[in-house]
């Protein structure tokens, strides 16, 4: 049987993770999963259901009632929130604006971590997210913490937010990134950090297929 390996890939918004996670998973034929979608669907119910996101025993208790799926696709990854696909309806601002909050309860992270765990479990996987270095694939065998100047990132999303036809004023933009990076990397369960094994990728200079690449000939040297 050929060899297969887990791939983390971990870092702040807008950095490029979810683009090469792709890329990358095509390329080796791996699945790709990306945790993020995951706390924002649970964020996108909480959100529907009226419940408080600050008050942690509520939220892990709506997540245990909650179905979350995702499925390969051709543009990378569908989400289903109950049986329902939400993959369009989880990057609304309001549902970007809450998650940092949800994602920030011990009961929401242990259940997810779980979950992300059997989703990875004994396959070839290039997961992305905050804490996949550090908590959900501890002994992944290639980790990358990637990163840009937060300028960057915010004219990345800018970029992407007017393909899909929404304005949002740059500055609004380089804000809620910095905000979110705050919020994630400051909160007390599972922050985002750079695993120790991690190796580290600015990617503010290069363009998603060099980025692709980088972590690619990565990827080929420990397949070797
Ligand atoms: N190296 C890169 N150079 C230029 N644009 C990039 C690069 N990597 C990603 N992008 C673009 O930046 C935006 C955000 O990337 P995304 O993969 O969604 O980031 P993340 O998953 O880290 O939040 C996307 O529109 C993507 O096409
Ligand atoms: N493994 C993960 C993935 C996401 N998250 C949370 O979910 C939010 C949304 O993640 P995302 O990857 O969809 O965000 P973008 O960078 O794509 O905007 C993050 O800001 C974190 O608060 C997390 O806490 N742990």
Do not use: C, W
């Amino acid at each position: 049987m050929t060899k297969s390996i887990q791939i983390a890939l971990d870092g702040p918004a807008a950095a490029g993770k979810s683009t090469i996670a792709k890329i990358v998973a095509e390329k080796l034929g791996y699945v790709y999963i990306d945790t993020g979608a995951m706390y924002r669907a649970i964020t996108l119910k909480a959100i529907r259901e009226g419940i408080n996101l600050k008050d942690g025993e509520e939220a892990g208790r709506l997540l245990t009632d909650t179905r979350i799926d995702l499925q390969p696709s051709e543009d990378g990854q569908l989400v289903f929130l109950d049986g329902k696909d939400v993959t369009e309806d989880i990057r609304s601002q309001n549902v970007t604006n809450s998650v940092s909050q949800m994602a920030s309860h011990e009961s929401v992270r242990k259940q997810m971590v779980k979950l992300q765990q059997i989703l990875a479990s004994g396959r070839g996987v290039v997961m992305d997210g905050r804490d996949i270095g550090t908590q959900v694939l501890p002994n992944a065998e290639l980790k990358v913490f990637m990163s840009a100047t937060v300028e960057e990132r915010a004219s990345r999303r800018y970029e992407e937010n007017k393909k899909r036809g929404i304005d949002t004023p740059l500055d609004d933009l380089q804000k809620e990134i910095a905000a979110r990076d705050k919020m994630d990397s400051e909160r007390e369960v599972s922050p985002l950090r750079q695993a120790q094994d991690a190796l580290y990728l600015d990617t503010t200079k290069l363009t998603i297929d060099e980025a692709a690449s980088e972590i690619l000939k990565l990827a080929e040297e420990r397949l070797n």
